[in-house]
């Protein structure tokens, strides 16, 4: 172990913590960490508890190993979800977010020196891993509890692990997570916390055991925070290449709030027993629509949650080029209810090539953990974030190397709108965006109706600049500018906007966004002709298509104008608009700043004058649509 260690230069604090501690077991691939996750190779149950100050336990989670990997259940609900307001900075470096110092009554250098101790005194497991793919992010090191294991098998699955004793040059970690999950009882009142501190080695101290706050959300902050260096971008996207039946390969990149379609835009669509696909079912009436398309698109993912838009990666032919910053998926599976909604993801997962780790899933020491068996947070609710993480090595058809970007989508949960009940829920089944707003919407990017994936309010609320603002460590009007700048350079890459769960008064899950993928892929790279699209009676909306025709299947006018829904008034429609004006208005308004550049400047004060589509087009020019 020693040996292993040696090839890691620790900061002396981290190396004298590691010699004092009663144990230290370096973990040098997955099988390693799995073991651990039951306490030991052999156990098939664990739970995962600690021992507080005041005399009493904590029960955490319990842990099963099964026959397709390992499954991991919170003893609390509030676990189960990402609480996107856990993000604290303890460093005097310029950030926009909240500081430790200024929002608890203790120190982030006491608290930093408590946790130090208190790991001292742990059996450890340790393991090394490099940020994004190739290692463009920096080398990096974990350091748990290890009766954690299972948290340590999510991090490798996650964002890969280093063979120390392969390798040869000495291991320099830029960024080390320290997870010490009794501190959110002792200090924080059972809430979710990570608090990072930017210092000559990023810390990320995880006071939780949920993998979504620290393991994937808090490294991809620490990719950002690099990124804002070296100027570029690690977007908060899927992305697919989709082949037609006709040959035509088009790629999609899909971005959003969490909940927003990222991992469904890598799935085919969903069919019905018949092979028919529901486009709706009328909230009112109960009327079902379908269409019929016999065969869609092959999909190569290329990435799910996490892309590198890194200079490396860019060619000079006006498009985005990107590749995957992971090298495992977190997959929300709440959609999959019952077998058969998704067979290639439940094949994957139930017999996979590698283990996998499960969260969420009701599941049995030595079973198959089933991705459509969801834990319950009460006797009547369901979880609704049920996840399994897979190595993006074990996905058909994933995609390696980088893929330049043809279309960029941006993903919304709407709400029902109905005449009686007017809402934001006003967005066609598909909305063409000049590159001016669709740069809008990544400022404002709303977190959207029955967010699945974190703890909310219910209430609209934004998940900020790019989707990806809650795991940014430094200034707004950074990403702000260097999103921009993609847009400007990006004059070849197309832009659209696709509701999912509802379209006015259709319930419709994600089968806008599967309709858009295969329709645009078809039509390649033609471009609309004005008779084909007309500006949105809401201009926030862009423009909306005349009509869409899928392999002989028409797409009804009312599922790509909303306000030709029957069951919408104008009057209701109008309400929808100003909701989501309003709200625009309210987020848009804290990306001014005096470092703004100019365009940007012209393109926020457009949106707050209510300005036209064409406004926004003659703003920042297009090749594309």
């Known amino acids: 172990m020693q040996n292993l260690l040696d090839k890691i230069i620790f900061p002396e604090e981290v190396e004298h913590l590691l010699k004092n501690s009663p144990s230290v077991k370096i973990a040098c691939n997955l099988t390693d960490l799995e073991k651990l ?5 052999g156990d098939k149950e664990w739970q995962v508890k600690y021992a507080l100050p005041d005399g009493t336990e904590f029960h955490e989670a319990d842990v099963v190993r099964v026959k397709n990997g390992i499954s991991a259940n919170y003893t609390e609900a509030y676990m189960r979800r990402r609480d996107p307001n856990c993000l604290y900075i303890a ?3 310029p950030s926009d977010k909240p500081k430790f110092n200024d929002n608890f009554d203790f120190t982030f250098a006491s608290l930093r020196k408590e946790t130090m101790d ?23 090191i974990a350091i748990c509890p290890a009766n954690a294991g299972f948290f340590g098998f999510g991090l490798a699955l996650l964002q890969g692990i280093v063979d120390l004793s392969k390798i ?19 200090h924080f009142g059972g809430k979710q916390i990570v608090v990072h501190n930017r210092i000559g080695t990023h810390e990320i101290f995880s006071y939780n055991l ?9 490294v991809y902050g620490a990719l950002i ?16 290449q989709v082949i037609t039946p006709y040959d035509n390969t088009v790629c999609f990149m899909h971005e959003g709030a969490s909940g927003g379609g990222k991992s469904e835009m890598l799935q085919p669509p969903h069919r019905v027993s018949d092979g028919r696909l529901l486009l709706g079912k009328n909230i009112i009436s109960g009327q079902k629509r379908y269409i019929e398309i016999q065969r869609t698109c092959d999909l190569h993912p290329v990435c799910d949650d996490m892309g590198l838009c890194h200079p490396a990666y860019q060619e000079d032919n ?28 439940e094949k994957m997962t139930i017999r996979p090539a590698k283990p996998l780790l499960f969260l969420n899933v009701d599941a049995v020491a030595d079973g198959t953990a089933l991705i459509w068996d969801h834990v319950y947070d009460d006797e009547n609710t369901i979880c609704p974030n049920p996840r399994v993480i897979v190595p993006r090595e074990i996905v058909p058809e994933v995609i390696n190397d980088k893929v330049t970007v043809d279309i960029r989508s941006f993903g919304v949960r709407t709400p029902p709108c109905t005449t009686e009940q007017p809402s934001y829920g006003i967005l066609g089944l598909m909305h063409i965006l000049p590159p001016a707003l669709a740069w809008l919407w990544r400022l404002a990017s709303p977190r959207g109706y029955a967010n699945p994936s974190i703890v909310d309010t219910g209430a609209m609320s934004s998940e900020g600049v790019g989707s990806y603002w809650p795991f940014t460590t430094g200034r707004k009007v950074d990403q702000v500018n260097l999103l921009l700048e993609q847009f400007k350079k990006s004059h070849r890459t197309r832009y659209i906007l696709t509701p999912n769960q509802h379209i006015g008064a259709w319930e419709t899950g994600f089968m806008p966004q599967w309709l858009t993928r295969d329709y645009l892929a078809r039509r390649g790279h033609a471009q609309f002709r004005q008779d084909q699209i007309t500006p949105s009676r809401c201009s926030l909306l862009g423009y909306s298509l005349n009509s869409m025709r899928i392999e002989g299947a028409t797409v009804p006018i009312g599922f790509l104008q909303v306000d030709q829904q029957p069951e919408i008034s104008e009057e209701a429609y109008d309400t929808g608009a100003t909701i989501l004006r309003d709200f625009f208005h309210e987020q848009i308004k804290s990306c001014l700043h005096p470092e703004l550049d100019p365009l940007g400047k012209k393109i926020i004060d457009c949106c707050l004058s209510n300005g036209s589509v064409d406004e926004y087009s003659d703003l920042l020019e297009t090749s594309a649509f």
């Open 91 to 93: 460093d005097e470096e």
């Open 210 to 218: 949920y993998p979504g706050p620290s393991a994937k959300k808090g």
């Open 318 to 345: 006006g498009k985005l080029w990107l590749k995957d910053a992971e090298e495992g998926w977190f997959i929300r599976v709440d959609h999959i209810r019952e077998y058969g909604t998704d067979h290639d993801l």
């Open 37 to 41: 996750a039951c306490g030991a190779e």
């Open 168 to 186: 040869n040059e000495p291991f320099s970690p830029k960024l080390i997570i320290y997870v010490a999950p009794p501190f959110r009882h002792t």
């Open 225 to 240: 925070n690099k990124g804002v260096d070296e100027e570029w971008v690690t977007a908060h996207c899927s992305t697919v």
């Open 118 to 140: 208190w790991l001292q005194g742990q059996e450890l497991a340790v393991f090394a891993f490099e940020m994004g793919q190739s290692g463009i992010g920096g080398e990096a």
